[in-house]
């Protein structure tokens, strides 16, 4: 009798398995953007600038822990700087095309690098249809806890370094701020925070910036969770 019920477990078991999706690949990390727009003001801040500034993004990503493409990234960055051809974020006009560069970890070996060159590109979406060049340097970045939650630094060699602070009741001009634009890409948590400084210093995009004190990034984290087999037929 005990046999036969063992068995009876042991093939539902089975069952339950192969009907299951596969195990999934998972990856998960921090992540900050800085526009050259404000992302949190109000409408007549905001009506002030679209149309006039907000084509230019940062997007920093930093795998704390995962894979893409079966490829481990723990502890690696990737960088995307992009020109839109409108607002980003504006309903009324089209930012496509946009023009991109990439920059990727440079402690990241030659199969890692194209992995997060695809990971960055699949977050990135549009955006990032048309990427110009890819640059290699050394990425880091620091993401505050606790009293300094939304404190971030992050540098990408000689090209990118952006520093934000948290959002206190003197970054509150007008008195009826929102997050008026979403971030660029999926997130499974962000808060708009003011970047004490955003500069970019390439060539590739015909244009550099240097911008202070502005009410215009988000600090937050990201996770996707990728299916090797989506179900057994």
Request: proline fraction near 4%.
């Amino acid at each position: 009798m005990y046999q036969i019920v063992s068995k009876a477990v042991v093939g539902l078991l089975c069952l339950l398995v192969l009907a299951a999706p596969a195990l999934a690949q998972g990856i998960y990390g921090d992540y900050v953007e800085s526009r050259s727009a404000d992302v949190y003001t109000g409408p007549c801040f905001a009506n002030g600038e679209v149309g006039l500034t907000g084509n230019e993004a940062t997007m920093a990503w930093h795998v704390r822990k995962g894979e893409w493409n079966g490829v481990a990234l723990d502890g690696l960055g990737v960088v995307a700087v992009t020109r839109a051809s409108a607002t980003l974020g504006d309903p009324y006009h089209n930012p496509y095309p946009a023009q991109s560069i990439l920059i990727v970890d440079a402690k990241a070996s030659d199969i890692q690098r194209q992995a997060l060159i695809s990971f960055a590109r699949a977050m990135g979406g549009r955006l990032l249809e048309n990427v110009l060049r890819v640059h290699i340097a050394s990425i880091s970045m620091q993401v505050g806890e606790g009293h300094e939650h939304g404190s971030t630094s992050m540098r990408a060699g000689n090209l990118v370094e952006i520093h934000t602070r948290a959002l206190n009741d003197k970054d509150h001009y007008c008195g009826n701020e929102v997050t008026y634009y979403p971030p660029l890409t999926e997130l499974n948590h962000a808060m708009p925070v003011v970047a004490v400084s955003n500069e970019y210093s390439g060539h590739d995009l015909g244009v550099e910036w240097k911008i202070f004190n502005k009410r215009s990034a988000f600090v937050g984290t990201f996770s996707r969770e990728l299916p090797l087999i989506s179900e057994v037929r």
